[in-house]
């Protein structure tokens, strides 16, 4: 634990239920004893938190400034106008968990409140778990930001749960369901299996992009393809497009001299493509018409749902969709 709270500060929330469930048993020298050793691993594992402790006081508050929305960064414009709470339901729970297992997580939720109203006294333990999630969920759920990560500490609850339910049905049910719930992990886990998505793009466009080819891309999405030397590959800051006029002038240039576009990932698409950014709207319903031409997608692993839908850092980091677009003469 103290080594976690050294690489990450928000850790603090995983010592609580081990110090609650060390008073409820009365274990009281065991729980000192932990947050001692605690304290000892984080001032060693990282000790220029407290050397220069100004810097760290520094970071910490630009930190909190982005998670609050008080500083804005390019990099925070998908949470625009979100609903806190219910982003978390519907743009990572669902995508994460995979949609049977949150069902029969929340069927899980409303048979444990019946049982809890039968026996309570079978199920007091379980607050030693419930009421950390609880409070982790409520302040990290109302913040500006809402990225995938901030909620992965609480992924548990929710198999735990659906396991509670399918655990109250015949065998023959448990095992089908069970089944049933596994198939979108395996997908998620299959796509380490194969090549990454980028790689696949780098070599599609170096064997089927002709030579002196001019490519425009998108700046600050993620990393850029190594691609031929003979093919011009126009890194455009779309992230700045809106904010004058000239820029774009400039990308109507750019437009005008490539053969080709490419969409790196649904970074910039999704977050972009509404009525707050004009431009880049234009942009892609130019891209999206019978001016260009889709010539590559590289393959998704969604199962039921669009997992492009889901917040982007469940994508855009590891497996995201890219998309190439040739101007039609």
Known sequence: ????????????????????????????????????????????????NFIDINNFLSSMHYETGVATGAIEVFYTRQFLNTAPYTFQFTHIFTYVLGFPVLIFSVLGII????????????YRKWLMILIPVLIYFLYFGQLFVKWTRFMSPIFFIFPLFATFFISKLKFRYQAII?????????????????????????????????????????????TDLNLRPDINVINFDFYSL???????????????????????????????????????????QTVFSNKYQKIYQSSNFDFLLNYESAEETFTVFDY???RIYEKNK
């Not at 004058?244 to 750019?254: A, F, I, P, T, V």
């Not at 649904?266 to 977050?271: D, E, S, V």
Request: glycine share 2%; aromatic share 16%; with cysteine.
């Open 1 to 48: 634990s103290g080594i976690a709270l050294a690489s990450k500060i928000t850790a603090i929330f995983f010592i609580w239920p081990i110090i609650l469930i060390g008073l409820y048993k009365k274990e009281y020298l065991s729980t000192i004893f932990f947050i001692l050793v605690t304290s000892f691993v984080f001032l060693v594992s990282s000790p220029y």
């Open 178 to 222: 069970t089944v049933f719930c596994l198939i979108p992990g395996l997908l998620f886990m299959s796509q380490y299996l194969l090549p990454n998505p980028r790689v696949s793009a780098q070599n599609w466009i170096n064997n089927n992009i002709p030579k002196n080819s001019t490519i425009l891309s998108e700046s600050g999405n993620v």
């Open 242 to 284: 809106d904010e004058n006029y000239e820029n774009k002038l400039k990308l109507d240039h750019y437009l005008s001299i490539a053969d080709f576009v490419l969409i790196p990932s649904r970074r910039i698409l999704k977050n972009q493509n509404n009525f707050m950014f004009p431009y880049s709207q234009n942009y892609y």
């Open 111 to 122: 048979t444990f409140i019946e049982n809890c109203k039968l026996k309570i006294e079978n």
């Open 320 to 322: 995201p969709v890219i």
